[in-house]
């Protein structure tokens, strides 16, 4: 009842609810974009709602992006937010398990491990990977039969899901990783990203069994990248792969330290696990788009035969400088990320009383709101990404507009990231920009699987337009808000094998 007493003007208006504790939090993971846009309406872009006891306040749209993402770390932390599901996953010491300027620091050792010359390295590597896994996989027999006019379906984020973790597994993680993926470590895999759910972020710590697995398996994978880190240490000359373990090896903190092995070990555990989803997930939502739209199937299969087609008809491999130069392919990506960035919410806590600045459009009486310290802030880059304010028709996947009728790219493709940049010091980022398109984040937070996460989505979509055609039938699959990113709930695609191999 409190609720309906005279509010603080300083702060911003809180969403009505009708259970204390509870809160928003139905509304809210039932489906995050219609809560935001409703409340937007009701309230403006600036607004608190009750979480399970805590106090998100949303700044929404560009502005709002900007407040949250170019947020001084010393007043909106990452760190208490996110520490309490990742800690227990990823380990001690690394992320959000440590002060932010060494998690800084950390970033530039995994950004000087992925560096231009590995990714050329690289797209051979993963289409490897989805050469095996169509030509082995049990969802793909049809695939693997000698008759290509047979239509076959594959179950799509389970396909999406181990292309993911075995491309990513055999490029950034090394060869012994990669050899390991064993039924006994996919369950050690497995058990580890159940913990990766709502729940245990909300409640870090409860007597449940999963909570057990998710740390036994901790405990194991974190022994087994330590085992292999000792052995690499007995014999240098053994192992002299270009993965990151090997690059983290060599690394040396300001004071001059070297990364202890369990921080290796942890730093390799959180890119596996951060990079898994994310692009598990859009590379799901991308070929479903795809496997929808005849005609940008088409457009990418004949871009594949301009740039590789060979004398005999064939196609020839490719390489990361040539896959950079497919505007349509790029668009597919681009798109998909703008209607599909897989996380809906970025959120820091407050360690200070914040004012939040006039310019997000707040009612002019109001806009000397104060975000009160302890309160959680969060921003949603997907709502700016599909405002029909900035984009026509915006609810929809159209790559062509990310290029024009001759397939050359848009200007505005470049533009989106650019803004003021910034070095956090791990290489120039730009700074929590007003732009409307952020699916990697932006500022010192943002995203340093960025250019590793096109090649790998570039990469696999072109391994597979080249190989199969897709089709989807049936009413467009929904988003699936109840994981911790946002998935297709679970479908099939249809798919004929091409001439080609
Ligand atoms: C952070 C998106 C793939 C590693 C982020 C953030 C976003 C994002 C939005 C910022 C979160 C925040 O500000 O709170 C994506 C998307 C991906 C992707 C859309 C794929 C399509 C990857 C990959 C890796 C990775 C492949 C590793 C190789 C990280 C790490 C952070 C991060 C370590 C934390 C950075 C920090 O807090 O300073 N990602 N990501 N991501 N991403 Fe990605």
């Not at 594959?154 to 990513?168: N, R, W, Y």
């Amino acid at each position: 009842l409190w609720q309906l007493l005279p509010r603080d003007k300083s702060q911003p208006p809180l969403v009505w609810h009708w259970i204390p504790f509870l809160g928003s939090a139905p509304a809210y993971g039932r489906d995050p974009i219609a809560f935001f846009r409703d409340c937007r309406e009701k309230y403006g872009n600036v607004f608190t709602f009750i979480l399970l006891g805590r106090r998100v306040t949303v700044t929404l749209g560009p502005q709002g992006n900007d407040f949250v993402l170019g947020g001084k770390h010393t007043q909106l932390a990452a760190e208490p937010v996110y520490g309490p599901l990742t800690t227990p996953i990823f380990g001690k010491d690394v992320v959000y398990d440590c002060p932010n300027e060494k998690l800084m620091e950390q970033k530039k050792f995994v950004k000087v491990s992925l560096t231009i010359d590995k990714f050329r390295a690289y797209v051979g590597m993963i289409d490897d990977e989805v050469k095996d896994y169509l030509n082995t996989d049990p969802s793909f027999k049809v695939y693997q039969m000698d008759d290509i006019n047979e239509w076959g379906t594959f179950p799509v984020l389970k396909a999406f899901s181990e292309i993911t973790i075995l491309s990513a597994s055999r490029t950034l993680q090394g060869r012994e990783i990669r050899e390991s993926l064993t039924k006994e470590y996919a369950q050690v895999y497995s058990d580890l990203d159940h913990g990766f759910t709502p729940l245990h972020w909300m409640i870090p710590g409860l007597p449940l069994p999963s909570y057990r697995r998710r740390d036994a398996a901790h405990t194991k994978m974190s022994s087994f990248y330590q085992s292999i880190l000792r052995k690499r240490r007995e014999n240098p000359s053994e192992n002299q792969e270009e993965d990151v373990m090997n690059s983290l090896m060599k690394q040396r903190y300001r004071d001059g330290k070297q990364l202890p092995d369990h921080e290796i070990a942890h730093i390799l555990i959180a890119l596996l696990m951060a990079g898994q989803h994310t692009s598990s997930s859009s590379l799901a939502w991308a070929v479903l788009h795809v496997a929808a739209r005849a005609d940008i199937q088409e457009a990418l299969y004949k871009e594949q035969v301009q740039h590789f087609g060979t004398p005999d008809g064939g196609l020839r491999d490719f390489g990361y400088d040539e896959i950079r130069d497919l505007n349509i392919l790029d668009a597919v990506v681009r798109e998909t990320l703008r209607l599909h960035p897989p996380i809906h919410s970025i959120m820091r806590k407050a360690n200070v009383d914040i004012p939040v600045p006039a310019t997000l459009g707040t009612p002019s009486e109001d806009s000397v709101f104060v975000v009160p310290k302890g309160d959680i802030v969060l921003a949603s880059p997907l709502i700016s990404q599909v405002d029909p304010g900035v984009w026509d028709n915006s609810e929809s996947w159209e790559p062509t507009r990310w290029y024009d009728e001759k397939g050359v790219a848009a200007k505005a493709n470049k533009e989106y990231n650019e803004g003021e940049k910034i070095d956090f010091g791990f290489g120039l980022v730009s700074k929590g920009t007003v732009s409307p398109y952020l699916p990697f984040g932006a500022g010192r937070h943002r995203c340093i699987g960025e250019q590793f996460a096109y090649l790998q989505i570039s990469t696999v979509i072109s391994s597979l337009v080249r190989r199969m055609e897709f089709r989807y039938e049936g009413t467009f699959p929904a988003p699936d808000y109840s994981s911790m990113m946002v998935q297709p709930v679970p479908c099939q695609i249809h798919y004929r094998r091409r001439r080609f191999e």
